[in-house]
């Protein structure tokens, strides 16, 4: 049986593939070593820009196990990006989403090859919709913590991981010596493509959820596994359905992702220099 992707074969190890995965991104980088990876969602794009200087761009695709993003607004690259404290990150414009439908080793790749090239601590961003009704749509939050209602895991087997401070409290702290006024909340992850029914948002409300979204808790639970530190952020780039007056729109969620992106992108770059 052929495989489009090494991930897909049930008999690989995905952690081997993500070694193999590492060591290619160190030949084309000629960096052998990256101390913090940033996974960028919609809107936090521009954050590459500000938070050091890109020494290597590479073409996802062109590592093992990655997969050409579905979706226009997200960018299919890896950058090497040397820190002004001389440390380098790995950032990684190539997230595959659980509602692609290739698995859950295919999502959890980019965040463990990220720990095969060594890095220790994992910021993790998307675009959201929130909750809490006084949010305005262009407002970053922190991921306090999760709500995975995906019914899946990245884990295989009988695999057991602690997920109680998933978020760092630590990494929280720092964000917030940038910006005081970093609101934070429970991030439900729903598994799209729809966005959510005004009766689901209710939902997650009552379960303690505050920002809905599509992406990032099957990540957080491999970069917990791998043993990284995780920094969460969210763009609130609308209020959730049902708390906004108005129907969502992916155009919409776009527009607010870039209307927001470089005082947000700003933002990233303050918090990464103090990491
Ligand atoms: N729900 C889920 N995902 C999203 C939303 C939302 O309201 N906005 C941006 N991504």
Excluded at 83 to 91: D, F, H, I, N, Y
């Amino acid at each position: 049986m052929a495989f489009s992707s090494a991930l897909d074969d049930p008999e690989t190890d995905p952690f081997d593939i993500a070694r193999e995965a590492a060591a290619q991104i160190a030949e084309r980088t000629g960096v052998d070593h990256h101390d913090i990876a940033l996974t960028l969602g919609s809107g936090w794009g521009r954050a590459a820009e500000l938070i050091g200087e890109t020494t290597h761009t590479i073409t996802a695709t062109d590592i093992v196990g990655f997969r050409a993003p579905s979706l226009t607004g997200h960018l299919g690259t890896l950058r090497s990006i040397l820190l002004p404290s001389g440390k380098r990150a790995l950032v990684i414009g190539a997230r595959t989403h659980y509602y692609e439908g290739h698995g859950v080793r295919a999502v959890a790749h980019s965040v463990r090859t990220a720990a095969a090239t060594g890095a220790k601590i994992m910021v993790l961003t998307n675009g959201a919709g929130g909750i809490k009704p006084h949010w305005k749509p262009g407002q970053p939050v922190l991921i306090s913590d999760h709500i995975n209602l995906t019914a899946n895991s990245p884990l295989e087997g009988g695999t057991f991981i602690d997920l109680t401070d998933l978020y760092s409290a630590r990494l929280r702290a720092l964000a917030r010596e940038v910006d005081p006024s970093l609101d934070e909340g429970v991030y439900v992850q729903f598994r799209g493509p729809h966005y959510e029914t005004p009766a689901e948002v209710q939902m997650a409300k009552i379960i303690g959820g505050h920002i809905v979204g599509m992406s990032t808790t099957l990540e957080a639970i491999a970069a917990r596994q791998a043993g990284m530190e995780i920094l969460g952020l969210s763009l609130i780039t609308n209020l959730a359905a049902g708390i906004s007056p108005t129907p969502l729109s992916h155009t919409e969620v776009l527009e607010a992702g870039r209307a927001a992106e470089p005082v947000i992108s700003e933002l990233l770059a303050k918090i990464v220099e103090r990491l």
